[in-house]
């Protein structure tokens, strides 16, 4: 098993639709998750940290659930430019001696 | 400002061949980060640089992948008789403060090695 699992999808939506996914996670000292976007053959960029108590960023919503190891990620009124791949990310460990890994990523598609 | 930097951007070797792929990460930043991404995959961590300490290098899948950082802000890292499923993007990435302290991750735009 997979220390970071996604659903790859894709996920193929309309605009204007809201779509969401999770993100599963195996070591339960994982202590910080993050959300990066992935845009086709470009470098991953930081869409939002995920707090204990879930935060929200304009039309995206991130969540924790520790009991059951998973993130989920929430995107509102979806727009074209949201089409990406959404990587999930866990951080367990503190300071030089921890460990990041990432999800495989889920595949999103907006359509008009 | 600047953001980090590869070179190159595009690698072709032939199989055997021995390649060096360089970082230029933020100026200032403590952390330092090598990942290799398949086609369709997430990145997979290699290793990790706090200053010039290579602090964790578990993610190496081989002795033939060597990675540097002597002063501390330039990395390059390095694969030796390199193999078809060495063919990946490497990615560097950097981050102000030490791995745990949940910094945002910088990234640059990768170096996308072909081995044939």
């Known amino acids: 098993r997979k220390e970071v699992e996604q659903d790859p999808g894709p996920f193929n939506v309309p605009e204007g639709a809201t779509v969401a996914f999770n993100c599963t996670y195996s070591n339960s000292a994982s202590q910080s998750f993050f959300w990066y976007r992935q845009d086709c053959r470009k470098e991953p960029k930081l869409l939002m940290s995920?707090?204990?108590s879930g935060n929200e960023d304009g039309r995206f919503t991130a969540q924790l659930n520790r009991a059951s190891q998973y993130i989920s990620l929430l995107i509102r009124d979806s727009k074209l430019s949201d089409s990406a791949t959404y990587l999930c990310?866990?951080?367990?460990?503190?300071?030089?001696?921890?460990?990041?890994?990432f999800g495989s990523g889920t595949r999103l598609s907006i359509r008009p | 400002g600047a953001g980090v930097s590869q070179s190159p951007r595009y690698k072709v070797a032939k199989r055997g061949q021995d390649v060096a792929l360089r970082c230029d990460p933020i100026s200032g930043h403590v952390s330092l980060f090598w990942y290799q991404q398949a086609l369709g995959q997430g990145p997979e961590f290699l290793t990790y640089?706090?200053?010039?300490?290579?602090?964790?290098k578990s993610g190496l899948p081989s002795d033939r992948f060597f990675a540097e950082r002597p002063e501390g802000s330039v990395s390059t890292l390095k694969i030796q008789r390199t193999q078809q499923e060495d063919s990946a993007v490497y990615l560097c990435?950097?981050?102000?403060?030490?791995?745990?302290?949940?910094?945002?991750?910088?990234f640059g735009p990768g170096t996308r090695l072909t081995v044939t």
């Open positions: 990435a950097s981050s102000p403060g030490a791995a745990g302290d949940s910094y945002e991750q910088y």
């Open positions: 640089f706090q200053n010039e300490a290579q602090l964790d």
């Open positions: 995920v707090y204990s």
């Open positions: 990310v866990a951080l367990w460990g503190y300071s030089s001696a921890s460990k990041i890994i």
